[in-house]
């Protein structure tokens, strides 16, 4: 069932980059942009866990944030960011490689 879910948010984001981020001017301050990010979040953890890491990153997206390079972290944790968690990542200079390719904003 999770499956299902899982699609329908994926299909949910690439309607969202076909219909609408298709006739807007580029604007996202992270790479990848927050819909690609949905995405690979999703691929690989699923509809829950991949939500929240989605929901988070729109969150960092603000006006004032700086942006940048910001993958989806290799082991899951919300907390990834944060230098006392066991999931800690520092933020890349280079991106990972992704499985979206530059098809998609």
């Known amino acids: 069932m999770s499956t299902s879910i899982k699609a ?7 309607w ?3 219909h609408i981020s298709a006739n807007t001017p580029p604007c996202c301050k992270y790479y990848p942009s927050c819909s690609n990010y949905a995405i ?5 953890y699923g509809a829950f866990k991949g ?5 988070l990153r729109l969150l960092r997206c603000r006006p004032w944030s700086r942006g940048g390079i910001d993958d989806v972290p290799q082991q899951y944790s919300i907390f990834y960011r944060f230098s006392w968690s066991k999931a800690h990542e520092e933020p890349r200079l280079t991106p990972l490689a992704t499985t979206q390719g530059e098809a998609h904003r």
């Open 51 to 55: 939500g929240v890491l989605a929901v």
């Open 40 to 44: 690979e979040a999703f691929e690989r």
């Open 16 to 18: 969202y980059q076909r």
């Open 8 to 14: 329908v948010m994926i299909c949910g984001v690439r």
